[in-house]
């Protein structure tokens, strides 16, 4: 999604669904759909902010204890590696197909 008037209307679309985000958190979303299963670190870089900021974005999208919105799940690639990669979840599949329907 590399046309600004696309990723603004995409933008504006995922705010007016989910209030509760920043537009920051939606830059977020738009990243992980494009590129499905990316590593924390390569989303940070992708976003051009630190691991705990990119993690903190993650989090407001993420289903975490019941406060986030579902959108994302974080986890890690193998059992005690560091590296954490974040992913679609069925919600938020079904959101990037309405956000790909809503630009045709």
Not at 18 to 30: G, I, K, N, Q, R
Not at 61 to 66: A, D, H, I, Y
Not at 89 to 95: A, D, I, K, M
Request: hydrophobic share 40%.
């Amino acid at each position: 999604m590399t046309d600004p008037v696309v990723a603004e209307t995409a933008i504006a679309q995922i705010l007016d669904l989910y209030p509760s985000l920043t537009a920051e958190d939606a830059v977020a979303f738009l990243c992980v759909c494009a590129e499905d299963g990316p590593s924390l670190k390569a989303l940070s870089k992708r976003l051009d902010v630190g691991q705990s900021v990119a993690t903190r974005r993650v989090s407001a999208l993420e289903s975490c204890g019941g406060h986030g919105l579902g959108l994302v799940l974080m986890s890690r690639t193998e059992e005690g590696e560091v590296r954490r990669t974040v992913h679609l979840t069925p919600v938020g599949q079904e959101l990037r197909d309405t956000l790909r329907v809503s630009r045709t």
